[in-house]
């Protein structure tokens, strides 16, 4: 071994921590040059969110788009704004990569949940063919999918919160409810029946409340919240009728104790009394005024014409 070479392999043994007898089994240089055996560590998949899915869709990766869109509905608790725009992105990316019956199944869903949906007509037949078909099929159903919430709520009095849902489908597997006297803090929350007019009880509003808030949602067997009518983020209001019932006055007549018609009950407070003096009054003025009126001169009257004959000047016998 020359003595440089033999000096470069001291070197890389020192550094190595290795004996020189190991070293001279391989060229030297081989530990500073040898490539890295193995496959290359696989590329870790984009994020399951809902803005990821729309962002790849926006560069037209559709591929990508799509399989982002599949792993985010097998996830659970999605909120109705994120199922509406999930969808939009997996039943389109589904259409223009020609898978046709995902792509329908996912319209049909996107109509679900959002029934008024309209697709844009210039994405051309590969969307909107699929898209028809969904309506077709939503159009053969009873009615439209959502869930409507009517308030009744009255000063010092127990309020009502009236809950409908329609589910052609049969998607809901439960209705949460709920509602508060302030604008701040913790909704009191209850489930309730999938069904019409359901009615869910309230307490008598708290002194100087004058409305409440609340909120019902439709979930699914994931809980994803398939339809809502106001969320804990943005409740609906209503606000409570202040006025109070004034109770109808006893009945009283002319002859009571308490004198006359005080309290509203007398006959001379029915409105048929007056509606039948009215009548007698105009009746009788009717009568005075036909019977009074002076006979009219140019009123057409009986008489006998006896007919004359004249010859010349003078009348003819």
């Not at 994405?123 to 009744?152: D, Y």
């Amino acid at each position: 071994m020359r003595p440089s070479r033999f000096m470069a392999t001291l070197v890389a043994c020192a550094l190595l921590g290795t004996s020189p007898a190991a070293l001279a089994l391989e060229p030297w240089t081989a530990p500073f040059f040898a490539a890295p055996k193995g496959p290359k560590p696989p590329t870790a998949p984009p994020p399951a969110d809902v803005e990821t899915a729309e962002q790849l869709f926006g560069k037209l990766e559709f591929d990508d788009a799509n399989k982002v869109a599949e792993r985010v509905v097998k996830q659970r608790g999605l909120s109705h704004d994120q199922l509406v725009r999930i969808y939009k992105v997996l039943a389109t990316t589904h259409a223009f990569l020609d898978h046709e019956d995902p792509a329908r199944e996912a319209f049909i869903l996107l109509m679900t949940y959002e029934p008024e949906y309209q697709v844009d007509p210039n994405q051309g037949p590969k969307v909107t063919t699929p898209f028809f078909e969904a309506r077709g099929f939503w159009r053969a159903q009873s009615g439209k999918p959502g869930i409507e919430v009517a308030a009744t709520l009255r000063a010092q009095e127990p309020g009502v919160l009236r809950v409908t849902t329609r589910d052609p489908t049969h998607i809901v597997k439960k209705v949460s409810v709920g509602y508060r006297f302030t604008s701040s803090g913790d909704f009191i929350t209850s489930q309730v029946a999938v069904g019409a007019s359901v009615q869910v009880d309230l307490p008598i509003p708290p002194p100087g409340k004058s409305r409440v808030e609340y909120y019902a949602q439709a979930l699914d067997d994931r809980d994803d919240v398939a339809f809502e009518a106001g969320n804990p983020q943005a409740p609906k209001t209503a606000l409570v009728d202040t006025q109070v019932a004034v109770p109808t006055p006893p009945a009283g007549g002319v002859g009571s104790k308490d004198g006359g018609d005080k309290g509203g009950g007398g006959v001379l407070s029915s409105p048929v009394f007056w509606t039948i003096a009215a009548i007698v009054v105009v009746g009788g003025a009717a009568g005075a005024y036909f019977a009074l009126r002076p006979r009219d001169a140019a009123a057409p009257t009986q008489a006998s014409l006896a007919p004359a004959l004249q010859c010349g000047a003078a009348r003819c016998n």
